[in-house]
């Protein structure tokens, strides 16, 4: 596993742990969660785009074969 160091300014950091309290999780959570719902979401947003060019263009390729 590998680990990310990032610099903040103060108050980024103090609104990130305000963040992490109110949902009573720690800020090296919050920002995890964040991190995997971004990466899933950039992954979905992809496949979605590739079914809807392969349904859209299906009948083309159909012919193309």
Do not use: C, H, W
Not at 33 to 49: H, P
């Amino acid at each position: 596993m590998a680990t990310i160091t990032i610099t903040l300014p103060d108050e980024q950091l103090a609104l990130l742990q305000k963040v992490a309290a109110q949902q009573g999780v720690s800020v090296e959570s919050l920002i995890e969660t964040k991190i995997v719902s971004t990466i899933n979401q950039s992954q979905t947003s992809f496949q979605d785009a590739a079914d809807y060019v392969l349904r859209k263009n299906s009948e083309l390729y159909q012919r193309l074969a």
